[in-house]
């Protein structure tokens, strides 16, 4: 094929011929994917295409040039949206759900429609969800949650503790309590219902990545900002997600073909809202324990700065390379600086301010 229309090698192939061999091979192309190439051919203003391209897309796989080829193109798509397609099955219409609550352009949606295998499955966040919040505290320590007031609350060998701040696996594990049924519900509701489409859409990395840089995050913000208390819950990673995907909406507003979509950004702020007010008033209220106080509500801040800031890069390129993005890079850069800053404030700031900490459980 390559050499019969490209018999210099140059890796390209004239408009005209691409013209003529979809029109001899149309009918065998799945409808989106002829769709797709007809646009690919009408975006382009050189009188040629990339082959690369065109195996990318038969193999469905996306270069960045293939993506920016279709996204400068002059053509409309001109054939009826996804959403009015008939006669699909619950499984297509799940996918097709799917969508239209996480992407915000059509092609894009057709895209994710035709090539989306269920394989793997969304795992991450039923694993997370599973294990972190039940397996743990239902069968290791006989408690569904752990509520604050519980003897066993601050000699957990997970929450992170600011006298145990040198464990360094408590920066992470302390998702895996909850202080009270209602922080356990509420997270579980938000990771479940938000978590899961992400994932089927973006992949287990790259919502596996927002959602701990989250965690990490949040445990770190509360290290600085709040250097006497205890934190416990996954509200960081949850709020990573969450504000990620609120932020996207808003800024894809007109792209966003999700049902009530005015309404369930208003339902999600209202319920994380309702959370974060709550950890507050816990946080000044007084402690089960003294000295040592409830733990602390900066992890939900820290969440909500990842996923405004590497989170809303993650979900706005769809299929892209990220390796590709400046602003990826720029924020990527200060994330890390962030944590480097958070490591030595952890190291020698506690010392130098003299502070008076609670004591080890």
Known sequence: LLSQFDPDNTGYISTEKFRTLLQRHGSELDPHKLEVLLALADSNSEGRICY??????????????????????????????????????????????????????????KWYYDSYTCCP????????????????NGVVLDRFVLQVTHPLYLKNALLYHPQLRAQAWRYLTYIFMHAGIEHLGLNVVLQLLVGVPLEMVHGA?????VYIAGVVAGSLAVSVADMTAPVVGSSGGVYALVSAHLANIVMNWSGMKCQFKLLRMAVALICM?????????????????????????????????????????????????????????????????FVLFAIFWNIFAYSLLDLKLPPPP
């Open 273 to 337: 809202s309702f959370e974060f007010g709550r950890a507050v008033w816990l946080r000044f209220h007084p402690s089960a324990y003294p000295p040592c106080p409830h733990p602390s509500f900066m992890a939900h801040l820290g969440g909500v700065m990842v996923g405004i800031t590497l989170g809303v890069i993650i979900l706005r390129n769809y299929e892209q390379r990220l390796q590709d993005q400046t602003v990826w890079w720029i924020f990527l850069s200060i994330y890390v600086i």
């Open 121 to 136: 499955p969304p795992w991450f966040m039923i694993t997370i969800t599973i294990v972190a919040f039940f397996l743990y």
């Open 52 to 109: 690369q391209d065109f195996v990318n897309l038969m193999s469905n796989k996306r270069s960045n040039s293939f993506r920016q080829a279709i996204l400068q193109g002059n053509r409309r798509l001109c054939s009826k949206a996804l959403l009015e397609e008939k006669g699909l099955s619950l499984s297509q219409r799940l996918i097709r759900h799917v969508a239209y609550e996480t992407l915000p352009r059509e092609i894009d949606r």
């Open 205 to 209: 990395a790259r919502i596996s990545f």
